[in-house]
């Protein structure tokens, strides 16, 4: 299946906690159907000192989401779109797309 959400995508929460929360994706997990996306669904780790000197506490830091819970931000209006697939050129130039459904426009990543 061909990936909606790639890394480096802008993307919105459309449910949940984190609802209407914008970040950048800094990994996706397709087998697991998840992605970690900067700045959403922070989470609290209690964080033990493992070197001499090292400090321990709680750390802050992003979890992973599931891709239905996203949507990705169109780079022409700014606004949440669908993702739809489109083949461009012809003969060895023939490549799949993606494109955003609300513009048309093709989503470069």
């Given at each position: ?6 890394k ?14 914008r ?28 070197r ?42 023939r ?15």
């Amino acid at each position: 299946m061909a990936a909606r959400i790639r890394k480096g995508d802008t993307v919105v929460v459309i449910t949940g906690a984190n609802k209407g929360a914008r970040g950048e994706v800094l990994r996706v997990f397709p087998t697991a159907d998840r992605a970690l996306v900067q700045g959403v669904n922070m989470v609290t780790r209690h964080v033990k000192a493992t070197r001499m000197g090292e400090q321990s506490g709680r750390v802050s830091q992003e979890a992973l989401i599931h891709l239905s819970n996203l949507m990705l931000v169109d780079p022409k209006s700014e606004k949440p779109t669908k993702v739809g697939f489109r083949f461009v050129g012809d003969g060895e130039q023939r490549r799949k797309v993606r494109v955003a459904k609300a513009t048309g426009e093709v989503i470069e990543a």
